[in-house]
C-alpha cells in the first residue's frame, strides 16, 4: 500500500517498513543476487547491487509507504543499481552485460512472483563449490544466498569481521580466477555435489545448534526449506529439512535461563515445537517414499524423530534407535557414529552394556581427545553408581570439551556426584 | 580457460596393473581439449637455476624436495574448471597419483 503524502502516517510504521523490508530481503536476496550473477558473471557486483538496493527501500519505505509490489521494487533497484556501475564501466564486456542485466531482469521483474528456480539453484551449487575451501563455502552461501552480512556472519562463526570479509573476497576471486562456472553440475555428478551442499548447509546449522542465539539455525533452515523447493525429489534433501526440523523442534528448551545446557532426559518436552515435528515427520515420510535405500540424513532423521516423538525420556524407543544407528554406520562409518551407536546401546540394555560398547568404540582410532567419549562413560558410571570413577571420568572430559556451555554442564555433573 | 594440469606421484595412491595414459592422451586430444603435455623425466635429472648477485647458480636436483614430485603436465583448454576437473578425473594418475589443476593467469589480466 502506498501512502498519500498528504496523510499522517498510522503510528509504528516505520517499525512495520523496516519488517517488512527485512522480510523482503530475506526472500528475494538469493533470487536478485542468482540472476545479477547469471547476467553479469560478477559476483561482487551481484553483492553489492542487491544490498545498495536493500539499504535504498530502508531509507525509502518508511517515508514513501510500502510499494505494492516489494519484491519487484528491490528486484528493480538492484537492476537500476548494476546498469549504472556497468554504464560507468564503459568497456565492450560491460556493455554486452549491460543488455543481459537489461533483459534478464526484466524479464525476472515481469514475473517476480514467481520463482527463478534455476538461477537458485546454480547459486547454491556454486556457492558450495567443492574446489572452494569449506569455511569459504560456508560464508559465500550465508552472504550471497542467505543475505547475511559480513558483521553476522563474523559474529556467528566467532571471527573477526575482517576474516570474514577476507573469506568471501578469496572465493569469489576463485570463482573467477579458476573458472568456476555458475551452474548446476552435470547428471552424473549431481548426487555428490547435492551431498556437498547439503553438507554446508548442515554444517551451518550445526554452528548456531551449540549455541543460544538461533539465526544460523533458522538460515539453514530457511535455505534447505529452499533447496527443497527446488528439487523436490531428491529425497537425502528432504530428509535433512525433517533432520533440522526436529532438532530445530528441541531448540527452545536446550538451554535453560542462565544459558546453561540441559539434556535431553530433562527437557520440558511440553515446550518442543509440535507443529515443527509434525512437519518433520510429514517430511521425513515423503523423504521415504522415493523408494530409495535410506540415506545419512534419512537415517539421522528417524533417530531424530523417535527422540522428538517420545513422550518421555523413558519411552524413547531406544531398541529402533540402536538399528538406525547400525545402518547409519554402514550407510556412512565414523568413529562418532561408532560412539552415539554405543550411548544408545546403553540406554537399550543398561549402563553395563553400554559400558562395554564404549570400550570397543574406545580402542578404535579417531576419538583420541574427543570430549564426548568420556563424558558418555562418565554418565553411565554415574547410573551404575560408580562414582568415584565418574568423577574421574568428567574430570577428563571437562578438560577436553571446547564450549564454555559443555564445560559447565559437566561441571555440575561432576558437583552432583558429591551431593 | 587455459590450466595447467600438474601430474604428481603419490605413495599413497593405488597400483594400477598397466599406464592407460596414452588412452587418454587419444581421447583429450581428439577433443581438441589439449594444447600440449608430456611426461617428465625424475627429480634426479632435475637442474635447479638461479642469478645471485649477479653469479650463475646451478644445482643439481629440484627446487623443492618432496615425497610426491612432478611426473608429467597437460596444457589443457576447457570451458571452464568443471570441465577440466572432469578431464582430470579420467586421468589414470587421478586413481595413481594426484592431479592439481591451475588456472594460467594472462599478463592482460588482473
Known sequence: ?419 | MRYLMFVANDPDGEQLPENTTPDWVADVDARGKRLIGDRLRPAADATTVRVRKGELLVTDGPFIESKDWIAGFDVLECDDLDEAIEIASRHPMARAGRLELRPFWPFDQE
Open chain 1, 1 to 419: 500500500m502506498t501512502f498519500d503524502q498528504r496523510q499522517p502516517r498510522p503510528p509504528g510504521f516505520e517499525d512495520e517498513a523496516r519488517l517488512a523490508v527485512a522480510d523482503t530481503a530475506a526472500s528475494q536476496w538469493a533470487s536478485i543476487t542468482a540472476s545479477l550473477i547469471r547476467f553479469t558473471g560478477d559476483w561482487d557486483l551481484a553483492e553489492d547491487c542487491v544490498q545498495d538496493a536493500v539499504e535504498r527501500a530502508l531509507a525509502r519505505w518508511p517515508i514513501d509507504g510500502l510499494p505494492d509490489n516489494p519484491a519487484a521494487w528491490l528486484t528493480t533497484a538492484a537492476r537500476n543499481r548494476a546498469l549504472d556501475v556497468l554504464r560507468r564501466r564503459q568497456t565492450e564486456r560491460a556493455k554486452m552485460a549491460e543488455v543481459a542485466v537489461m533483459a534478464g531482469l526484466e524479464r525476472a521483474a515481469d514475473r517476480a512472483e514467481q520463482p527463478i528456480d534455476d538461477d537458485r539453484l546454480r547459486l547454491l551449487f556454486t556457492c558450495c563449490h567443492p574446489a572452494l575451501p569449506v569455511e569459504s563455502r560456508v560464508a559465500l552461501t550465508l552472504r550471497m544466498a542467505g543475505g547475511l552480512d559480513t558483521r553476522q556472519i563474523a559474529k556467528a562463526f566467532l571471527i573477526s569481521e575482517s576474516t570474514a570479509s577476507q573469506r568471501l573476497l578469496r572465493a569469489k576471486r576463485k570463482i573467477s580466477h579458476a573458472g568456476i562456472a555458475f551452474r548446476v553440475p552435470a547428471e552424473h555428478r549431481l548426487a555428490e555435489r547435492t551431498g556437498g551442499v547439503l553438507a554446508v548447509l548442515y554444517l551451518i546449522f550445526n554452528e548456531g545448534y551449540g549455541s543460544p542465539d538461533g539465526e544460523l539455525t533458522r538460515e539453514a533452515l530457511r535455505l534447505v526449506r529452499l533447496l527443497v523447493e527446488l528439487m523436490p525429489d531428491e529425497d537425502e534433501a528432504r530428509a535433512l529439512l525433517a533432520l533440522l526440523l526436529f532438532l530445530q523442534a528441541r531448540r527452545a528448551t536446550r538451554f535453560d535461563a542462565a544459558g546453561d545446557l540441559v539434556p535431553m532426559e530433562e527437557q520440558d518436552r511440553g515446550r518442543w515445537d509440535r507443529t515443527a515435528i509434525d512437519e518433520g515427520r510429514w517430511q521425513l515420510r515423503r523423504a521415504a517414499s522415493s523408494g530409495r535405500p535410506p540415506g545419512p540424513y534419512r537415517l539421522q532423521a528417524a533417530i531424530a524423530g523417535r527422540h522428538a516423538g517420545a513422550e518421555s525420556a523413558e519411552d524413547t524407543d531406544w531398541a529402533g534407535i540402536v538399528t538406525c544407528y547400525d545402518a547409519l554406520l554402514v550407510a556412512q562409518p565414523s568413529p562418532v557414529v561408532a560412539l552415539n551407536r554405543a550411548i544408545a546401546i546403553g540406554f537399550r540394555d543398561g549402563p553395563e552394556a553400554g559400558l562395554a560398547e564404549l570400550d570397543l568404540v574406545a580402542a578404535a582410532p579417531g576419538l583420541d581427545g574427543y570430549y564426548l567419549l568420556p563424558a558418555a562413560r562418565a554418565d553411565f558410571l554415574r547410573r551404575q553408581g560408580r562414582p568415584d570413577e565418574a568423577a574421574v571420568a568428567y574430570r577428563a572430559a571437562v578438560r577436553l570439551a571446547p564450549a564454555e556451555h559443555d564445560r559447565r554442564f559437566l561441571q555440575r555433573r561432576l558437583e552432583s556426584l558429591r551431593s
